[in-house]
């Protein structure tokens, strides 16, 4: 990502949102204002953002952490007051709301995220941008594209993405297609495609799916197989 576009997204958020005076980026008198950044290993979409973030925050010389956990790390929130960050940017919702739930006197700015106002807590610490893509607007555009393909089959994580799929399922049937939904909660569990009655598949932003490169690999290769577009 653009480094001029990061710091920009950092300005617009904690100053309107935090204060800050003449710049929430400012260094202090006692020291410089200080970022950790928050992510969960083994999401490959994130390898690109974490390097980004490095990229623009390493050019603007701000100092910042890079803290990774899994869900069992009960140290990170100690690891993250000892830092004592200004503030605290976290890469998707399972991080965001560990964090979130913790932490509640220092700004959290995530990213990474789909359908926030689901998946993630509520608290006035806590403030980000949407990974959203309205569903509408994909289905539209997939009718301008494709209108002769009718059938569409999602895979998904129930845990990750229920509410996205739901909204779809509905939105679909407005719009004249037919929805397959095939629940998959880890990758052993993904179907195979020759099972698919369905013209193409829809590869929403579910991480348990598409967050895995090698799961990604073969949901093309399988639909180039069967014919089924993606």
């Not at 009960?74 to 690891?79: A, F, G, N, P, T």
């Not at 700004?107 to 569903?135: F, K, R």
């Not at 393909?149 to 297609?177: C, D, H, W």
């Amino acid at each position: 990502m653009n480094s001029i576009l990061i710091i920009f997204i950092l300005y617009m958020i904690i100053i309107p949102v935090f204060g800050g005076g003449e710049s929430a980026l400012a260094v202090t008198e006692n020291r410089p204002f200080i970022i950790v950044l928050i992510r969960e290993p083994g999401v490959a979409e994130y390898e690109n953002a974490v390097k980004g973030f490095t990229e623009a925050i390493g050019q603007e010389k701000i100092p910042f952490f890079i803290y990774t956990f899994d869900r069992d790390d009960s140290k990170l929130i100690l690891k993250i007051k000892k830092t004592n960050p200004d503030i605290i940017v976290t890469l998707g919702s399972t991080a965001t709301n560990l964090v979130g739930s913790e932490i509640k006197d220092i700004p959290i700015v995530y990213s990474m995220v789909i359908e926030p106002e689901v998946n993630i807590l509520h608290a006035a610490n806590i403030t980000g941008v949407s990974l959203d893509i309205p569903v509408n607007l994909q289905l539209k555009t997939l009718k301008m594209v494709a209108p002769e393909l009718k059938r569409i089959g999602i895979i998904y994580n129930p845990s990750e993405s229920a509410a996205l799929v739901q909204k779809a399922v509905s939105t679909a049937q407005e719009m004249g297609f037919t929805l397959k939904t095939y629940p998959a909660a880890t990758i052993d569990k993904i179907p195979d495609f020759n099972n698919l009655a369905i013209d193409l598949l829809w590869l929403i932003p579910d991480y348990t799916i598409v967050g895995n490169p090698t799961v990604t690999a073969r949901l093309i290769r399988d639909g180039l197989k069967y014919n089924i577009a993606r």
